[in-house]
């Protein structure tokens, strides 16, 4: 069993849907900027922009898991491990039945949040996590205004529910990736999925929440314009 413990970034969304970097733009801030040893593509309801992530992985060093935020009925559920697309508007059991049919691992963001920021915003699933069959939950995302969600995240993870524990920036600009993130055992996506069914995983986070709400302030614009093409999108049936 290794010693050695990495960072992962579980959640983050490119210009493929209503984040404002693109995918090589990503890529290179993470090599350059970060010390993640694993990141998720995870944009809402489509998976392109992190299979064109996975296509680079082997330029860089660190490794990309395909994922993808799904808009469920009650909620978002995040996918990671992904080989095929899961649609939006399918209830939570069964986006997550999706998920796991294909090898996935489901993980619930941001439960207790409430809606914000346009259509997708940080939809939780609160009082629907009840009965459902996820693998783990996010029980810290560095989204700002989120200080009281990640709170009772954190207070319903210390009931004991024989669930992961996971971090992640919820980015949507470049300076956000990694100040939320996942510490996992070993150094790379097999390892971070390993860790996470062994219920090793834990939150963590790096400073700058107060500069990263100021960012989301003056770019809430652009990113409102995004969620609203991508919602138009996803209610034509376009993945």
Known sequence: MSDTWSKADLHIHSDQSDGLASIPEIMDYVAEKTDLRVIAITDHNTIEGALFAKSL???????????????????HVLGLFLKEYVPPRL?????????????????????????????????????????LAYQALEVFNASPYLMLANRLAAKFFAGGQGIAATGGSDAHVLKAIGLGHTMFRGTTAQDLRASIENLETYASAEKGQLQLALRYIFRYPQIRRLQSWNWERCKAGRP
């Open 91 to 131: 209830t939570p059991m069964e986006t997550i039945a999706r998920i796991t049919e294909q090898g996935g691992i489901a993980i619930i963001p941001h439960p207790f949040a409430n809606r914000a920021f346009g259509p997708f915003g940080l939809k939780g699933m609160g009082k629907a996590l009840n009965g």
């Open 57 to 75: 992985e082997d330029m860089y060093d660190f490794e990309v898991v395909v994922g993808e935020e799904i808009s469920s009925t009650s909620g």
